[in-house]
């Protein structure tokens, strides 16, 4: 069975970090990039980070960058979020994603078509 499955997520004080992880199962998790979105309340879904196939090549949404680090761990089929400095704003459901095809690129528009995990809360507390 193909799944994503997010973890990690939580209530956190603004300032504080988690650490998301998505483990991946039933696809050759090496041969895809991965992408971390996130929908808050009455607001569209947003892309947050992507990450390549091989590692090398990641990408941030402005409001994330330089608090923000994606990471990838292709032995064990899970791709991190590491989120420090938190937000208010950074309060959403968290989802990982991959594309529909390996080795397609994915980028930060969550309309790029692709398979979804079934999202972990975030909740920073101002």
């Known amino acids: 069975e193909v799944q994503l499955v997010e973890s990690g997520g939580g209530l956190v004080q603004a300032g504080g970090s988690l650490r998301l992880s998505c483990a991946a199962s039933?696809?050759?998790?090496?041969?895809?990039?991965i992408g971390w979105f996130r929908q808050a309340p009455g607001k569209e879904r947003e892309g947050v980070s992507c990450?390549?196939?091989?590692?090398?090549?990641?990408y941030y949404a402005d409001s994330v960058k330089g608090r923000f680090t994606i990471s990838r761990d292709n032995a064990k089929n899970t791709v991190y979020l590491q989120m420090n400095s938190l937000k208010f704003e950074d309060t959403a459901v968290y989802y990982c994603?991959?594309?529909?095809?390996?080795?397609?690129?994915?980028?930060?528009?969550?309309?790029?078509?692709?398979?979804w995990g079934q999202g972990t809360q975030v909740t920073v507390s101002s």
């Open positions: 994603k991959y594309p529909k095809w390996p080795g397609a690129s994915l980028g930060l528009d969550w309309h790029t078509p692709g398979y």
């Open positions: 039933g696809f050759t998790f090496e041969d895809y990039a």
């Open positions: 990450i390549r196939s091989s590692g090398g090549t990641t």
